[in-house]
């Protein structure tokens, strides 16, 4: 699973095709500096030959080919560096791929730019990338209005356009943070300032990337352990647990979940070696001052930290296995290390994952390929919290017949 830091911040661009992606993000990779000099006078020469301004899709079109040609670059790894934080882009191959990629945590999104021609305004595929955006549940999210340039910097027809996306998303119940007038080709308001949309005060494409906070991070003392095994010993019981975010330190104050009980850490070991703290990342053995009955499955946290501990939560499926899964069915949830017997009670929607269309409401089955949003109802207490703002308790996998059936996001 990816693991988030607070360096980089993943960002995927989607849109109708031919609205601008590629342009905008051989943009931002040239107006960051982040292409190699080579690079940039193969691409302007290029373009020149054409007869044409420099062509910044041409840019993502040089890195499809070596992709192609297994050379250098995988586009995936595409980035830009800002004196805050490293920015990754995250290719958005077609919608199932996407999904499945996006809710199985194959590759995960925390940004999305939702980007709208202006001389064609909303098209098929923005509605459907809109409607991916609302069921990944992915909070931050950009609409840029590119091809100012074609409509003669107008801000009437901005504003047009504008309502016509606020409907849309309303609809969705997505907010989106920005909308921002641009023209990729030229760079206007991309990274630097337009000097052609005076009416326009708010922020650049890469202003508004660079005041958006990972929630996932900025949370004070936000620790996050799992616990995956437990020795005894004559004197003791140690728990062997894996930090998956924070550190621990002894004398801490801890709550264990979902038993919601609190103790302090008596000591930290770390491969033989006895510790202080241990850091994110690390899988450590502890012990702690009460002699409490900890098992695997058992999150850790901050005793000042509050996680969701539920029987029954909703969340996006993506059901990966041939087989259907059937409504009330015996499954097993996998969350952290927690594995708990679930059924699904209700199928609300389900979903075309390649169409976006809506299959059926209140359906008994889900097939192969399928996304559907469900509510589960877990035998024992789980520990969960929404997707966008906890990796780690927010993202499961469902297991039926020992085998791995299905991704899932909580929304
Ligand atoms: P994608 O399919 O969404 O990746 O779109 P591309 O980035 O390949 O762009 C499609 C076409 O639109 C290309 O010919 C671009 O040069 C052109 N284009 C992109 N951005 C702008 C812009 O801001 N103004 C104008 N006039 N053309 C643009």
């Not at 925390?110 to 980007?115: D, F, H, P, R, S």
């Not at 069921?135 to 609409?143: A, F, M, S, T, Y």
């Not at 337009?194 to 958006?212: C, F, H, P, Q, R």
């Not at 966008?388 to 791995?404: A, T």
Request: with cysteine.
């Amino acid at each position: 699973m990816d693991n988030i830091n607070k360096n980089n911040l993943k960002l995927v661009v989607v849109g109708h095709v031919d609205h601008g992606k590629s342009t905008l993000i051989g943009r931002l990779l040239f107006d960051t500096d982040s292409l190699p000099s080579d690079r940039v006078e193969e691409i302007k020469k290029s373009s020149k030959k054409l007869g044409r301004k420099t062509e910044f899709a041409f840019i993502m079109d040089h890195f499809q080919e070596e992709r192609e040609q297994g050379i250098t670059i995988d586009i995936s790894q595409t980035s830009f560096q800002t004196k805050k934080r490293e920015y990754i882009i995250i290719d958005a191959p077609g919608h199932v791929e996407f999904i499945k990629n996006m809710i199985t945590g194959a590759s995960q999104a925390e940004v999305a730019i939702l980007i709208v021609d202006m001389n064609e305004g909303i098209k098929e595929q923005t509605r459907r990338h809109a409607k991916i955006l609302s069921l990944l549940g992915i909070k931050n999210i950009i609409v840029v209005f590119n091809k100012m340039d074609l409509i003669k910097f107008e801000e009437s027809i901005f504003n047009k356009i504008k309502d016509e996306i606020q409907k849309l998303l309303k609809d969705l119940d997505i907010n989106a943070k920005y909308f921002t007038p641009i023209s990729a080709l030229n760079g206007d308001n991309v990274v630097k300032k337009s000097n052609n949309m005076d009416w326009y005060k708010g922020a650049t494409v890469l202003e508004g990337l660079e005041l958006i906070e990972n929630d996932m991070l900025d949370e004070g003392n936000d620790i996050i352990a799992v616990v995956q095994d437990i020795y005894k010993t004559d004197q003791e019981r140690i728990v062997v647990c894996k930090i998956e975010k924070g550190e621990l330190t002894v004398g801490q104050k801890i709550k264990i979940l979902p038993e919601n009980k609190i103790t302090k850490i008596k000591s930290i070991n770390v491969f033989n070696e006895i510790r202080k703290k241990a850091y994110s990342g690390e899988s450590i053995g502890i012990t702690t001052s009460d002699p409490l009955f900890l098992e695997r499955g058992n999150i850790i946290c901050d005793s000042k930290m509050d996680f969701n501990v539920t029987n029954e939560f909703k969340a996006n499926i993506f059901w990966l296995s041939k087989n259907s899964l059937k409504k009330n069915e015996n499954i097993t949830i996998r969350c952290a290390t927690q594995e708990i017997a679930t059924e699904i009670i209700k199928i609300n929607k389900r979903i075309n994952s390649s169409s976006l269309e809506l299959i059926e409401k209140n359906g008994n089955t889900i097939e192969n390929l399928e996304v559907g949003e469900v509510i589960i109802k877990t035998k024992n207490p789980i520990v969960i919290e929404k997707f966008n703002k906890s990796d780690e308790l927010g993202r499961f996998v469902i297991v039926k017949n020992n085998i791995i059936s299905a991704g899932g996001i909580v929304v």
